[in-house]
């Protein structure tokens, strides 16, 4: 699993969890945050690992998944079990 720090400089996509309160919720949303302003922006929602993957390669930007988002993807099946090397857990 990636888990090295990147320079806070950096500009990335993170991906955060989904609310679990609506079951019908089958996608996440993905920020793009920086340390400029404005610092978070939505970059859309992805269904899956390799949307998301999509997303970060478009922009060209390092994709992170939160913790509980990676646990969700998991159990939804839409990610496999082990984090490739192009995404880091946060």
């Known amino acids: 699993m990636n888990e090295t720090p990147t320079n806070d400089g950096d500009v990335y ?3 955060m969890p989904r609310v679990e309160t609506d079951a019908r919720s089958r996608r996440w949303h993905v920020y793009q945050v920086s340390d400029e302003s404005p610092r978070i ?7 899956s690992l390799k949307e998301a993957q999509t997303l970060a390669a478009r922009d060209k930007r390092p994709l992170r998944i939160a913790e509980q988002a990676w646990q969700q993807m998991l159990t ?15």
């Open 13 to 15: 996509l993170q991906v």
């Open 41 to 47: 922006t939505p970059a859309g929602s992805a269904s």
């Open 76 to 90: 939804a099946q839409v990610a496999p079990e082990t984090v490739p090397d192009d995404v880091t857990i946060t």
